[in-house]
C-alpha cells in the first residue's frame, strides 16, 4: 500500500471519527481504535503490536482533538475547575497505570477486552441509558480515586474518558453542560499522560512498522488530527437535524459489530 494512500486513509478515518464524535457525543477512539486495527493489519503489523500501537497513537489523536473541545468548553464556563482538579492527580496516575496493564497484556487479550467493552458501550446506546442525575458529596480522596478508576480504563482502551466521566459527574449533581465541558477537560490529562507513557513502554518494539516512535503511529496521528476537529464540527451541526434515536440506534449496532469481531 503506497504512502498516498495510506495518509488519505487517515485523513478519512480522522473526518469518520470527528463527525459521529460531534453527532453522537462520544469519543473518537471507539472508532479510532478499531479502524486503526484493521489499516495496520492491511499494512502488515503483526498482531501482536497493532493492537497497542492503535491505543497509543487513539490516545495521541485525542490529545490535539480534547485540547481543542476543553478550551471551547473552559471558554463558555462549563468546566468545574474545582471537580476537575479534584480528579486530576488520580488521571494521571490512572492513565499511566493503564498503559502499564495494557503493555503486560497480550494483542489478542487486550482486543477481546476491548470488544467487551464496546460492546457495553453498544448496549447502554441501545437502551437509551443515560446518566442518572444525583446529589453525591464525594470528598477530594473519593474524586481522586474516581479519578484513576476514569484515567485506567480510558488509557486502557485508547478513549478520552467521556464515557465514564460524564455518568460519574452528572451522579455528583452536575448539570451536563458541566458535566461534558469538566469531562473534556479530563479527557486531556489522560490523554497526554497515556500517550506518552505508550511511547516510553513501546520503545525499541523490534515488530514496530516505519513511522511509530514506541506505540505511537506518527503518520496515522498527522492524519487523524488534521480532518477530525473540523469534521466534530459538522457532527454537532447534523446533531440538530437528524432524528436522534434513529442515529443512536444504527451507531450501537455498529459498535456491536464492531465489538463482536474483536471477540469472534
Do not use: K
Not at 437509551?128 to 444525583?134: I, L, M
Not at 485506567?152 to 452536575?174: D, N
Amino acid at each position: 500500500m503506497s504512502g498516498g494512500t495510506l495518509l488519505l486513509g487517515y485523513l478519512l478515518l480522522g473526518g469518520v471519527a470527528g463527525t459521529l464524535a460531534g453527532l453522537f457525543g462520544i469519543g473518537g477512539g471507539l472508532i479510532i481504535v478499531p479502524a486503526l486495527v484493521m489499516a495496520f493489519g492491511l499494512q502488515g503489523v503483526i498482531p501482536e503490536v497493532s493492537m497497542h500501537l492503535a491505543v497509543g497513537t487513539s490516545l495521541a489523536t485525542i490529545v490535539v482533538t480534547g485540547a481543542s473541545s476543553a478550551w471551547g468548553h473552559y471558554r463558555r464556563g462549563s468546566v468545574r475547575r474545582d471537580w476537575f482538579l479534584a480528579l486530576l492527580p488520580g488521571l494521571m496516575l490512572g492513565a499511566v497505570a493503564g498503559v502499564f496493564v495494557a503493555g503486560g497484556l497480550s494483542g489478542g487479550l487486550l482486543g477481546l477486552l476491548f470488544g467487551v467493552f464496546i460492546l457495553l458501550v453498544a448496549a447502554r446506546m441501545a437502551l437509551g441509558r443515560g446518566p442518572r442525575p444525583g446529589g453525591l458529596q464525594p470528598g477530594r480522596g473519593t474524586m481522586g480515586v474516581a479519578g484513576a478508576v476514569i484515567g485506567g480504563v480510558s488509557a486502557l482502551f485508547g478513549i478520552g474518558g467521556g464515557t465514564l466521566s460524564v455518568p460519574w459527574l452528572t451522579r455528583c449533581g452536575a448539570t451536563m453542560t458541566q458535566a461534558v465541558g469538566t469531562s473534556s477537560a479530563c479527557g486531556l490529562p489522560i490523554a497526554l499522560f497515556g500517550a506518552l507513557t505508550f511511547i516510553v513502554v513501546g520503545w525499541g518494539e523490534p515488530n514496530l512498522p516505519p513511522g511509530a516512535l514506541g506505540y505511537v503511529m506518527w503518520p496515522a496521528f498527522l492524519g487523524i488530527v488534521i480532518t477530525s476537529v473540523p469534521c466534530a464540527r459538522l457532527g454537532v451541526r447534523l446533531a440538530h437535524h437528524l432524528p436522534a434515536r434513529v442515529l443512536r440506534l444504527a451507531f450501537a449496532v455498529l459498535l456491536a459489530g464492531v465489538g463482536l469481531t474483536f471477540l469472534f
